[in-house]
C-alpha cells in the first residue's frame, strides 16, 4: 500500500515563501508522474503542479508558473513544492497525490490519481 505523507505547511504574509514535501512509502515499482493539488474552503480541487519521476519533466498550472518549482529527491523517495512570491488567494489544503499506471499521466485531473496524502495547510495573509 503506498502512503504519502505531506509536511512543510504553515502561514506566511504575501511575498513570503514556504516549501512543501511529500513523503511516499510502501508499494512496489515507481510511481509514473506525482503532483500537487490544493483545496480552498467552498472550492474545487485544483492541479498545481506535476513532475514525471522518470524524466523530471514538469507542468504547472497558469496560476502557479513563474512562482511554484515542484522537484523530486528520487533517493529519499520525496517530492517538494517550493512555492514563492505567495499570495492570499495561494490559502488552501495542500495535497500530493501519487499515479501508478502505464497509461498516459492524468496532468491535473485529481481523478486520475491513484493515491494520496492527507495534506498540509498554507495560510497567506495580505
Known amino acids: 500500500q503506498v502512503k504519502l505523507m505531506e509536511s512543510g505547511g504553515g502561514s506566511v504574509q504575501a511575498g513570503g515563501s514556504l516549501r512543501l514535501s511529500c513523503a511516499t512509502s510502501?508499494?512496489?515499482?515507481?510511481?509514473?508522474?506525482m503532483a500537487w493539488f490544493r483545496q480552498a474552503p467552498g472550492k474545487e480541487r485544483e492541479g498545481v503542479a506535476v513532475?514525471?519521476?522518470?524524466?523530471?519533466?514538469?507542468y504547472y498550472a497558469d496560476s502557479v508558473k513563474g512562482r511554484f518549482t515542484i522537484s523530486q529527491d528520487s533517493a529519499k523517495s520525496t517530492v517538494s513544492l517550493q512555492m514563492n512570491s505567495l499570495k492570499p488567494e495561494d490559502t488552501a489544503m495542500y495535497y500530493c497525490?501519487?499515479?501508478?499506471?502505464?497509461?498516459?499521466?492524468?496532468?491535473?485531473?485529481?481523478?486520475?490519481?491513484?493515491?494520496w496524502g492527507q495534506g498540509t495547510q498554507v495560510t497567506v495573509s495580505s
Open positions: 510502501g508499494g512496489t515499482g515507481r510511481s509514473f508522474c
Open positions: 513532475i514525471w519521476t522518470p524524466t523530471s519533466m514538469t
Open positions: 497525490a501519487s499515479y501508478y499506471s502505464t497509461s498516459m499521466c492524468p496532468l491535473l485531473k485529481a481523478g486520475g490519481y491513484n493515491y
